[in-house]
């Protein structure tokens, strides 16, 4: 079935600092989704990449998909406190009766104030 | 809109209980999702129904677990017995075509401690 991997499993950063996590998928993706979950809490939606190469940036966050759509990035500029938690790829896989989700690991980001 | 309904918050039972979890998904959206999470395998899809309709269950555990949805706006998920390594948060999700576009939205997760 299809694996998605994602690393670092953990990111400790200074405030201030950028932060990257990447996403790499076992097959080609007809789309991925990024989402966060915050600590005691459950996944919220924050994007989604359907073409080959294609960016989307949402304020300091910038998401990119590979051209080959098996693998993303996920880039924080300037991390803030707020952006604690973990953050984690997902991809689409859809399938003749509906489709499914296939979560990463997760990229835990600690920021130091 | 009050979002993905999930009950009980928080359980603990002791091992060999029934357990009961319950969602209330979006009104309109088609598509339910049971994950389950911890700490060793991260999220792990259960089971997912479309317009009601069970679509890939190869994800429950066991036959301990099973999963129900009677209608567009309610399902459960039991664990009968339960056993301690059931401990986790089990989320609710729903989506609206899928997933596509919109992506997924959970619930606020259930939870389960078995001792």
């Known amino acids: 079935g299809q694996q998605v991997m994602q690393i670092p499993q953990y990111q400790h950063v200074q405030e201030g600092e950028d932060f990257t996590t990447y996403c790499n998928s076992s097959t080609t993706l007809s789309n991925i989704q990024w989402y966060k979950q915050r600590p005691g809490g459950h996944p919220v939606f924050l994007i989604q990449?359907?073409?080959?190469?294609e960016v989307k940036k949402q304020k300091r966050l910038t998401f990119q998909f590979g051209e080959a759509k098996k693998n993303s990035s996920l880039h924080i500029t300037a991390t803030q406190t707020t952006d604690v938690g973990t953050y984690f790829c997902?991809?689409?896989?859809?399938?003749?009766?509906?489709?499914?989700?296939?979560f990463g690991e997760g990229t835990q980001l600690t920021v130091n104030p | 809109d009050a979002g993905v309904i999930q009950s009980p918050r928080h359980e603990v039972t002791e091992m060999g209980q029934e357990v009961t979890l319950r969602c209330k998904p979006i009104s309109g959206h088609n598509s339910l999702f049971w994950y389950r999470q911890t700490m060793m395998r991260g999220l792990e899809l259960l089971i997912y129904?479309?317009?009601?309709?069970?679509?890939?269950d190869s994800g429950m555990p066991e036959d301990r677990f099973s999963a129900k949805m009677p209608n567009a706006s309610f399902s459960t998920l039991k664990i009968q017995p339960s056993e301690p390594r059931d401990s986790a948060v089990y989320f609710c999700?729903?989506?609206?075509?899928?997933?596509?576009?919109?992506?997924?939205?959970f619930g606020s997760g259930t939870r389960l401690t078995v001792v």
């Open positions: 990449l359907v073409k080959s190469g």
């Open positions: 997902a991809g689409l896989q859809r399938e003749t009766s509906g489709s499914r989700l296939t």
């Open positions: 129904f479309n317009n009601n309709v069970p679509i890939d």
């Open positions: 999700a729903s989506s609206l075509r899928g997933g596509v576009a919109y992506g997924y939205t």
